[in-house]
């Protein structure tokens, strides 16, 4: 689970701090800048899925996924904690070596059937492994046209992958954090304006 207040709490407490002093319930301002805080991490997920594929293959909507995974998960008096509930995501954001687990090789896909069906192991039609020497195998499906044997590359295997990691998982926490201070100005000035009324 990510908690992603700590990357902004540091710029933006002292002034939620006064703001809170100032309308007298500290719960209800960080119930209203923890709101603010889903909202706009749910709203740059939204985002980077409406963003295509890089390499043009079926979209799988990560980042859809990551939206539903998003929640304010603790509400005091002192704090308003919003989670990301993804190991996925952790890998996003710190990038690192993926090596296989149940296998002997990483199947990579290499087309838009692959990607779609995940892993070789899900692929929905036969596949031949093509060794080569001196470099990483093929997964392969093997058809005929007319005379030729034609062969329709799906996967490599790889003993690991390393990725590196994506600069733009999560909202700048510059943008973050005047989303969330506006949040808790507006509430303030509409206590004020009601104490005065």
Sequence with gaps: MIDINSEIADAITPELTRIAREVGRPRR???ACGRELEQQ???HFTMRDATPNAKGFPRKHFWANMRKHTAMTELTDTRAVVSID???LAHKLEGGT????RAKALSIPLSGDAYKAGSASLFPRPLTM?????KPPLLVETGVIGKSKKWHIHY???KSVTHRPDPDALP???TISQAVLARGRALLDRVLRARSA
Excluded: Q, T
């Excluded at 993926?98 to 687990?101: F, N």
């Design 130 to 134: 093509v060794n080569r020497p001196g």
């Design 98 to 101: 993926i090596v296989p687990k």
């Design 172 to 174: 700048k926490p510059e």
């Design 41 to 43: 991490v749910k709203k």
């Design 29 to 31: 301002v960080l119930a």
């Design 86 to 88: 993804s190991p996925e």
């Design 156 to 158: 490599i295997l790889l």
